[in-house]
């Protein structure tokens, strides 16, 4: 077992590691990542996608996008722990995986495992992005190890959606952007079922005009014209100086 590393029904608390900066700090400059909001902005569901999922606007969906590689992914195990401490308490809720990884035989067995037949489900890959994020109703992202930003977050909040991620490395600084939904400690899967319960009794509560307003707040601060023109500053500040 490398270390850092343990397996998701282990006791024993991980550890991160967490570099140290050394030197002036004050030459640092930081150019957070961006993503397309011409793709990534509210749209009605995709109702090839519902069908798909064998689901309709009647269930709640919440969601984790990304890869599921050995050793652990980025905590399906976790979300799907939580899932089966409220899963009878929410019979709406459905709890997607969507991605792929070598871990996916391991997440089916846990799905049958906790009782979750029916209610979580591990989905296609899925190509258009942009359809899931409107698709879905809650984007969970428990990481568990490292996550350098977290540019999934700002995809899910340019479309108008809640967002319930671990506080971890970068991912607080993508959830500072909108600050829509939870934070919550990494592999706390009782927070992480607290709040989820918390998004699903609020569901009702972003307007269209505020899922516009989540969009414009992704577009003024995180957009790829944004940290272009970051960037070109950065250089025409390095090159007088020179």
């Excluded at 919440?62 to 980025?74: I, L, N, T």
């Excluded at 401490?85 to 495992?113: M, N, V």
């Excluded at 609020?202 to 505020?210: D, H, R």
Aim: glycine share 6%; hydrophobic share 40%; proline share 7%.
């Amino acid at each position: 077992m490398k270390e850092g590393f343990r397996d998701a029904d282990s006791p024993e608390p991980e550890r991160h590691y967490r570099p140290r900066l050394l030197g002036d700090i004050s030459k640092i400059t930081v150019i957070p990542c961006s993503i397309d909001t011409e793709r990534f902005y509210p749209q009605p569901p995709s109702t090839k996608l519902l069908e798909e999922w064998g689901l309709s606007s009647e269930h709640f969906i919440f969601a984790v996008v990304g890869g599921y590689d050995h050793p652990r992914g980025k905590g399906q195990r976790e979300y799907l722990k939580a899932a089966a401490l409220i899963h009878e308490q929410i019979p709406s809720a459905r709890f997607l995986i969507i991605g792929r990884g070598s871990l996916a035989e391991t997440l089916k067995e846990d799905i049958q495992r906790l009782g979750l037949k029916g209610k979580a489900a591990l989905t296609s890959y899925a190509q258009d992005m942009p359809a899931v994020m409107n698709s879905i109703d809650c984007l969970v992202h428990p990481s568990i190890g490292t996550e350098a930003f977290g540019l999934v977050l700002l995809e899910a909040f340019a479309c108008g959606k809640p967002v319930i991620a671990s506080a971890l490395d970068g991912i607080p600084e993508a959830f500072e952007v909108v600050r829509r939904g939870e934070l919550v400690p990494p592999e706390d899967i009782e927070s992480l079922a607290s709040a989820m319960k918390k998004i699903f009794k609020t569901k009702s509560s972003i307007s269209e005009s505020e899922r516009k307003a989540m969009h414009a707040q992704v577009k003024a601060m995180a957009s790829l014209p944004v940290m272009a023109y970051r960037t070109h500053q950065l250089y025409k500040q390095i090159l007088n100086h020179a």
